[in-house]
């Protein structure tokens, strides 16, 4: 049996390996959500470690010093201007994902 655009086979041969790359793909996409979440984590860990360690100056008393006050203005900045841009790119991952994810139920399957 047969239609305009090839045989069952074709069609379900088509579905399958739809099917197989979808899965493959979610592994993937597991591995990198993972990956990206221990970079992210590890960037973030780091300028939060240096602000604790200046904010932890101030709790005990100490002033800082201009630079050191400078310094912890520019962590924060960093640390926000870091959240941003890893948010944004999340973002634009998803949405990449899904604009995938659409192009496969129409069948295009690449």
Same mark, same amino acid.
């Given at each position: 049996? &047969?239609? $305009?655009?090839? &045989? +069952? =086979?074709? @069609?379900?041969?088509?579905? @399958?390996?739809?099917? +197989? $790359? #979808? +899965?493959v793909?979610? #592994? /993937?996409?597991?591995a990198?959500? %993972?990956?990206?979440?221990?970079a992210?984590?590890?960037?973030? =860990?780091? @300028?939060?470690? &240096?602000? /604790? ?6 709790k ?6 201009d630079q050191e006050q400078? @310094?912890?203005? #520019?962590?924060?900045?960093?640390k926000s201007e870091? /959240?941003? %841009?890893? #948010?944004?790119f999340w973002?634009? +991952? ?6 995938? =994810?659409? &192009?496969?139920?129409? =069948? /295009?399957i690449?």
């Amino acid at each position: 049996m &047969s239609n $305009r655009n090839g &045989s +069952v =086979g074709d @069609l379900l041969r088509g579905a @399958l390996l739809g099917g +197989v $790359r #979808r +899965v493959v793909n979610d #592994r /993937e996409n597991d591995a990198f959500a %993972h990956g990206f979440e221990e970079a992210a984590g590890i960037c973030l =860990g780091l @300028l939060s470690k &240096s602000i /604790e360690g200046l904010m932890d100056q101030i709790k005990s008393g100490k002033f800082l010093s201009d630079q050191e006050q400078f @310094l912890l203005l #520019r962590l924060n900045e960093m640390k926000s201007e870091t /959240e941003g %841009h890893l #948010r944004d790119f999340w973002d634009s +991952v998803a949405t990449d994902e899904e604009s995938v =994810g659409r &192009s496969e139920v129409r =069948g /295009e399957i690449m």
